[in-house]
């Protein structure tokens, strides 16, 4: 069958390094803000939305709040009756939401579609959030016993890459200061005022403390509260939408490719089904392939930049070389040529990416797709890539569990 295409007319993104609940507001609030927000960025009226989509994964656990769909009704009168949803899968909740929407216009039953991903998290001790956060794995199986299971499980993961092919924690502490450093110039960012030296990014257990094994502070992405909102369209909703802007068909950003998979819960479990693979999740590899087929591009050399999944720095060093950019081990080689860089031949998260924009979990995939139509629509401001025309966005959930890519063009820049 062949694809529809889906395009990003707009979107908006909050402020990550604000603590809602230090204002007195709630879920609610942030939905009403960024919704309007990327309403009038991408100059829709709300009247003109069909459906949206909201992606989140533990509101009822952070702030004691489900039923997102109907919340997201009250950030606007016009969308009283409109149709909604929620999805969850983890740190992919926002990615899950962005499917169900280009899958709702791409078999024509609607053609202007919102897609909300909002998270408060700031509103518990870092423990408690861990707690919280362990229900992304598989309970009890994974998590009894253990006080920080995503730092243990993205520990494991490292040693799975230390076994099979040597892991110098220095490369690891290379994607961490890259990505606080490209932070510095998204005015958006959780840690744009945040100060390291280079102990911050050493073996130094005082200005850079262990986490969990070859884990340390700087590896990790943080806490964080912060929504993101797009508005997608059909082709006939993007040309009516261009005749009333000015702006051409040519220079709206189109999602071209996707992926998705998901595999087994249990990080034990993929790494006991990858020992014969060339990768280490080679479920990934195939989300990553897929979504190059349907953009009908050969490889990531097509791509002029990344924004990747960074949870944790191993989780992007595992992305590297799933993307194709070197053989399977050997992501260290675009760290060390600098490649990566927001200089670089192919930048990744020139955002600041998860450690550096910060993680609301059910924003970031949501967010990581606005700032790849960004780039190709030339309008990402101080962290634009010159020049870019394609991007990808790579966002997980779970231990590598649920995975999701897409990739955006434009064939020139707005207007």
């Known amino acids: 069958m062949a694809q529809r295409d889906v395009f990003v007319l ?20 942030l939905m009403r803000e960024v919704v309007q927000d990327a309403l009038e960025s991408a100059s829709t009226p709300a009247r003109d939305v069909e459906v949206a989509h909201v992606g989140n994964f533990a509101g009822e656990l952070y702030v004691g709040q489900g039923h997102l769909g109907g919340l997201l009704v009250e950030a606007d009168p016009a969308f009283a009756g409109l149709p909604t949803s929620r999805h969850e899968a983890a740190c992919a909740s926002g990615s899950m939401a962005v499917l ?32 919280n956060l362990a229900a992304g794995a598989w309970v009890p199986r994974e998590t009894d016993g253990v006080d920080y299971l995503w730092p243990e499980t993205f520990n494991a993961v490292a040693e799975e890459y230390d076994r099979r092919y040597g892991l110098d924690h220095a490369h690891l502490a290379a994607i961490a200061a890259n990505n606080l450093e490209n932070a510095k110039h998204n005015p958006l960012s959780q840690t744009r005022g945040w100060k390291f030296t280079a102990e911050s990014f050493s073996d130094n257990d005082d200005a850079n403390p262990t986490i969990a094994g070859m884990l340390r502070r700087q590896d990790c992405s943080p806490v964080t509260d912060g929504g993101a ?18 702006r051409t068909m040519e220079s709206i950003p189109r999602i071209s490719g996707w992926g998705h998979a998901t ?32 953009a009908r591009i050969a490889d990531a050399t097509a791509l002029d930049t990344i924004e990747c999944h960074d949870c944790f720095t191993i989780s992007e060093y595992v992305m590297i070389d799933h993307l194709g950019l070197t053989e399977p081990g050997a992501s260290w080689q675009v760290i060390e040529d600098g490649a990566f860089a927001l200089d670089g031949k192919m930048p990744i998260n ?61 064939a020139q820049p707005a207007v």
């Open 10 to 29: 707009g979107g908006s993104q909050t402020d990550f390094s604000r603590v809602w609940t230090r204002e007195a507001l709630d879920l609610a609030d």
């Open 229 to 246: 909102a797009i508005v997608l369209a059909s082709a006939d909703a993007a040309q009516q939408w261009s005749a009333r802007t000015g």
């Open 263 to 294: 595999a087994r819960m249990a990080l034990a479990d993929k790494l006991a089904d990858s020992r014969d693979s060339r990768y280490v999740a080679p479920h990934l590899r195939k989300t990553i392939v897929d979504s190059f087929r349907r």
């Open 100 to 131: 169900a929407a280009m899958a709702d216009i791409e078999s024509g039953r609607y053609d202007v579609a919102l897609v909300v991903g909002a998270e408060i998290m700031r509103t518990t001790s870092g423990f408690e959030s861990q707690k």
């Open 350 to 410: 020139p955002s600041g990416g998860l450690i550096g924009v910060g993680h609301p979990v059910g924003a970031s995939g949501v967010r990581m797709l606005l700032d790849a139509a960004r780039q190709v629509e030339g309008t990402a401001g101080p962290y634009q890539i010159p020049g870019a025309r394609r991007a990808a966005a790579l966002n997980v959930g779970g231990s590598l569990t649920t995975t999701a890519c897409f990739v955006v063009e434009a």
